[in-house]
């Protein structure tokens, strides 16, 4: 499913600079608009196609036997059952939190790394971002079944040191290829985490509370994207380079690494 996210940053990297070259300075307010439009016409599709279960459709679970669907009801004791004792959602909380709080400074600030410190375009800046884009289609699927292969802590610890190197690379300054392989990296495991924390909610709260468990975290990982942004302007602002914002954001993907290699086993 999130795929999506990566049709949608092909699409912003050639709509946002078109707009901009086509409106001139206040480009960016309808860029904004146009996107505020986006959203009330997904919110109006999800009115028309959107269902609470397959019920409702007069269909059944994917691959399960006539009259199976109702064994994923809780029972009245399991659904009484609170989660927030649950010390490893803490756990992951704090994984998605840094994954959160790093990943966003990337996305918010490479385009005006690009221009304002590498000297591109803002046009080819706008490309390098669907090139993201386009990496990024393949990080849901590849990594998500990988976690399913090697485990969640495995698929976590691989993204990680993935994206540490991508961060990396962007704050060293590196001739232009390194540049490239930064953009590469970050691109092809961008959604990664969040496939991986879908699944993994539901391995460690079980699948009656998987979306509450779910929940729970991305309010914790809400939380790093709205630090991440405000953090790393601050350090660019003090220091005159985006560097150190990414020094920072590689530091904080190797605790990230650590914290996921300590990650226990869910217990069946």
């Known amino acids: 499913m999130v795929v999506g996210s990566g049709y949608a940053m092909i699409f912003t990297g050639f709509f946002i600079p078109y707009v901009n070259r086509t409106v001139g300075a206040e480009g960016w307010r309808t860029s904004w608009m ?9 919110s109006f599709l999800c009115l028309l196609f959107l269902r609470n279960r397959p019920a409702d459709l007069g269909l059944e679970i994917q691959g399960e036997a006539s009259g199976d669907a109702g064994r994923h009801a809780a029972a009245p ?71 399913d292969k090697l485990g969640r802590k495995a698929g976590m610890i691989i993204v990680f040191s993935i994206q540490f190197l991508a961060y990396l690379l962007v704050a060293s ?29 539901g391995d460690y709260a079980g699948p009656n509370h998987a979306a509450k468990a779910l929940g729970f975290i991305t309010l914790i990982f809400g939380m790093g994207q709205m630090a991440g942004p405000a953090v790393a302007g601050i350090l660019a602002q003090n220091t005159g380079s985006f560097s150190s914002s990414f020094y920072m954001a590689a530091a904080l993907a190797g605790l990230a690494i650590l914290l996921s290699a300590l990650l226990k086993k869910p217990q069946h």
């Open 34 to 42: 146009a996107l505020a439009g986006l959203v009330v016409l997904i």
């Open 77 to 147: 004791a399991e659904a009484n059952v609170s989660i927030y004792g649950n010390r490893t959602l803490y756990h992951l909380g704090a994984i998605y939190f840094l994954f959160g709080f790093t990943y966003v400074i990337y996305a918010t600030f490479i385009v005006t790394t690009l221009v304002k410190e590498r000297g591109l375009s803002e046009s080819l800046a706008g490309s390098f971002w669907s090139v993201v884009g386009f990496l990024s289609l393949f990080s849901g699927p590849v990594f998500g079944s990988i976690s």
């Open 173 to 201: 300054d590196l001739p232009g290829i390194f540049l490239y392989l930064s953009i590469f990296c970050y691109g092809i495991v961008a959604w990664s985490i969040p496939a991986i924390m879908a699944a993994a909610a």
